[in-house]
């Protein structure tokens, strides 16, 4: 079993940046992709970002370029730095980790709110 805390949200400007943390309970964790969710009011949870295999990373395009996700495998955290923030980044951030080479997403995290002022 993986457990996922997340922490780190809060409100911002327009065009601030925060920084998401996630720090998973349980062992090999090196052998999980980590993904990062977000769920705004009225809308389905969609994608943000993900990354497996030490350094490997996919974006949403709605993030590319602005967000970053990192992870740390020594402490058992993935990160995902949020720059350039726009007010339609709104929502619940959610940790997610799965295990490397399958596809669903098993373990999530209570979520983490984030709010762009304009």
């Known amino acids: 079993q993986v457990q996922l805390v997340e922490s780190g949200g809060g409100l911002v400007q327009a065009g601030g940046s925060l920084r998401l943390s996630c720090v998973a309970s349980g062992r090999a964790f090196s052998t999980y992709t980590m993904g990062w969710f977000r769920q705004a009011p009225g809308k389905e949870r969609e994608f943000v970002a993900r990354?497996?295999?030490?350094?490997?990373?996919y974006y949403a395009d709605s993030v590319k370029g602005r967000f970053t996700i990192s992870r740390d495998n020594a402490k058992n955290t993935v990160h995902l730095q949020m720059n350039t923030l726009k007010p339609e980044d709104t929502a619940v951030y959610y940790c997610?980790?799965?295990?490397?080479?399958?596809?669903?997403?098993?373990?999530w995290g209570q979520g983490t709110q984030v709010t762009v002022s304009s």
């Open positions: 990354c497996w295999s030490g350094d490997m990373t």
């Open positions: 997610a980790a799965r295990r490397t080479g399958t596809t669903n997403w098993n373990y």
